[in-house]
């Protein structure tokens, strides 16, 4: 079957840094993605990997090894406005996205 | 550039109705997905759409059901509702080639009482 785990909540404190871990087993692999979503808003897109290593953008990194099923999301510097979900999601052989159940960060002053 | 729009925003039915969710996607994007979320389940697969095709389906019942319009317009229906389609429906366009960039409209919020 296909599944996707990743922690339910996490907490942190602003200007730390926080990983949120995501393990995959999927029927194949056609890239993984990172979505932020605040509550009552539309998923935004944070990041995309399909080859293994890490992927930086600003204070977002994304890091994926396909021989694990693993990636990770890592949140530098962290602000109150990071407060949100995260969904890490795989597409398969056929296109679908397969989601996770989110990871809901909440960031403390 | 207009993002993915979904009408309405917000929508509460009666168990046994039927009804119809309508996606706009961006400009130029001619696939359109769809998903269900549930605070249990996160977001599940529903169907996605090209050129007015089904291209691809998820494990729901034949009471949920789409379609695209020739100007990649989407909509999906359920018919009778049960309680347990009160859900957030998102739909998500992308540029058929593109390897991602999944845009997500701001769903609707569907309520069954």
């Known amino acids: ?109 | 550039k207009a993002g993915v729009t979904q009408t309405p925003r917000y929508l509460i039915k009666t168990r046994g109705q039927q009804v119809t969710l309508s996606c706009s996607p961006i400009s130029g994007h001619r696939s359109v997905s769809w998903y269900q979320q549930t605070p249990g389940q996160g977001l599940q697969f529903l169907f996605e759409y090209f050129s007015e095709t089904q291209r691809n389906k998820g494990n729901f019942p034949g009471r949920f059901s789409g379609r695209q319009f020739s100007n990649s317009r989407s909509e999906m229906n359920v018919s009778t509702l049960e309680l347990g389609d009160s859900a957030l429906y998102l739909c998500a366009s992308r540029e058929h080639s593109a390897n991602y960039g999944y845009t997500f409209g701001s769903g609707t919020r569907l309520t069954v009482v």
């Not at chain 1, 056609?30 to 539309?42: K, R, S, T």
């Not at chain 1, 109150?80 to 989601?99: E, H």
């Open chain 1, 1 to 109: 079957g296909q599944n996707i785990d990743q922690p339910t909540e996490m907490t942190a404190t602003e200007g730390a840094i926080v990983q949120i871990n995501c393990t995959y087993q999927t029927s194949g692999f056609n890239g993984l993605f990172w979505y932020q979503q605040h509550a009552g808003e539309a998923p935004t897109f944070l990041s995309y990997n399909v080859l293994d290593g890490l992927e930086e953008k600003g204070r977002f990194s994304s890091f994926l090894s396909r021989s694990k099923g693993y990636s990770y999301l890592l949140l530098k510097e962290l602000q109150m406005k990071d407060s949100a979900s995260y969904l890490c999601a795989v597409r398969d052989n056929t296109d679908k996205l397969i989601f996770g159940t989110g990871t809901r960060l909440q960031v403390f002053p």
